[in-house]
C-alpha cells in the first residue's frame, strides 16, 4: 500500500463521521447479486460511494455502490452494498481501502459474500458455501510496499484467514464448505486453468475477495465468507461456455441460502 494509505483511510472515515457516529461491531460485504441480503437492515445512515472521500464508485453489474450503517436482528452493522474488483483496474489500496474504513468505524469482524464458480463438482450450482481457506491467484498482494503499523503488522499471519470458530457455527452445519481461488478476470478461466485450480485445491473460483481477506486478516478482523455456486466450473469435458446471466441468476438463488444462513446466525448469537 502507498506511504500515505491511513491519510486516505482517516479521509473516507471522516466523511462517515461527518454523517454518522453509529459504531458498528459487524462489517458485512455483499457480492454480486447479494445485495438483497441488506434489505432487512434497520437504516442509521446511508452514503453512496461518492460521496465518502477517496472512495472508488463500482462499475460491476449487480453492485449497488453505497456504505449502510444500521441494525441487523439486533447487531450494529456497517454493510458494503457493492465491491471493487481488480478487473475494473482498481488499484489495491482501492479494493481494500473499504475494509480499513469499515475496521476504523468500530467493525471487529468482517463477513464476506461472492459469487463464485463450482471447481469442485460436488458443489451444485445454486448452493451457498462456507468458505473454508483461500488461493490468492490474482497475482497482486495489497500490503505491498510500506506497512503502516497504525493499521496492522507488517507479516499478518494467514494460518487461520476464515476464522475457525465462526465457521464452526452450529447455523453453518448444513452447509458445505471449500476453498476459494481468486483470480484476476474479468475473463472467466479457460478449462485449463480451472483443473489446475482445481488440482492446486481450489473448490471455488471467483474475481474477488482474497484482498479483501488479506486485509482484514491484517487489521485483525475475524473473517466469514460465503460464496454462491453460480456456474460449474469444472473445466470438464461437460464445460458448458460461462454467461453473466446464468452468474446473477444464480447467484440470486444462493443469496437466499447465504442470509437465512447469517439470520441464523445472528439469532443464535454465534456472529
Ligand atoms: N469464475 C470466476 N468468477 C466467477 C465465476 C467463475 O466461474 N462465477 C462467478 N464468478
Redesign the pocket.
Known amino acids: 500500500m502507498k506511504a500515505d494509505f491511513g491519510k486516505r483511510v482517516a479521509a473516507a472515515c471522516g466523511s462517515v463521521r461527518a454523517i454518522s457516529d453509529y459504531v458498528p461491531e459487524l462489517a458485512l460485504v455483499a457480492g454480486?447479486g447479494l445485495a438483497p441480503m441488506l434489505e432487512e437492515i434497520d437504516v442509521a445512515a446511508r452514503l453512496p460511494y461518492e460521496e465518502i472521500a477517496g472512495f472508488p464508485v463500482s462499475t460491476a453489474p449487480g453492485h449497488a455502490g453505497e456504505l449502510i450503517l444500521g441494525e441487523l436482528r439486533g447487531r450494529r452493522v456497517v454493510a458494503q452494498s457493492g465491491r471493487f474488483h481488480l478487473y475494473e483496474g482498481w488499484s489495491g489500496d482501492d479494493i481494500v481501502l473499504p475494509v480499513y474504513v469499515m475496521r476504523a468505524l468500530g467493525a471487529e469482524r468482517y463477513v464476506v459474500t461472492?459469487?463464485?464458480?463450482?471447481l469442485n463438482p460436488e458443489l451444485e450450482v445454486g448452493s451457498a458455501v462456507v468458505i473454508s481457506d483461500q488461493l490468492n491467484f490474482t497475482g497482486l498482494h495489497p500490503l505491498s510496499g510500506p506497512n503502516d503499523v497504525a493499521l496492522g503488522l507488517r507479516f499478518p499471519d494467514m494460518s487461520r484467514a476464515y476464522c475457525p470458530d465462526l465457521r464452526a457455527a452450529k447455523a453453518l452445519a448444513h452447509l458445505p464448505t471449500g476453498i476459494y481461488a481468486a483470480?484476476h478476470?474479468p475473463e472467466?478461466?479457460t478449462s485449463a486453468e480451472?483443473r489446475f485450480l482445481s488440482m492446486a485445491g481450489g473448490d471455488l473460483?471467483?474475481?474477488?475477495t482474497a484482498l479483501e481477506v488479506i486485509a482484514a486478516n491484517h487489521a485483525g478482523m475475524r473473517v466469514l465468507g460465503f460464496s454462491v455456486?453460480?456456474?460449474s466450473?469444472t473445466g470438464g469435458p461437460d464445460q458448458q461456455p460461462?454467461t453473466l446471466e446464468e452468474?446473477l441468476e444464480n447467484?440470486a438463488i444462493g443469496a437466499v441460502k447465504i442470509r437465512a444462513a447469517i439470520a441464523a446466525m445472528l439469532d443464535a448469537g454465534e456472529l
Not at 461472492?114 to 463450482?118: D, E, K, Q, T, V
Not at 473460483?205 to 474477488?208: A, E, H, L, P, T
Open positions: 454480486t461472492n459469487a463464485a464458480g463450482g483470480i478476470g472467466f478461466e480451472r473460483v471467483g474475481m474477488s455456486v453460480t456456474n466450473a460461462d452468474v447467484a
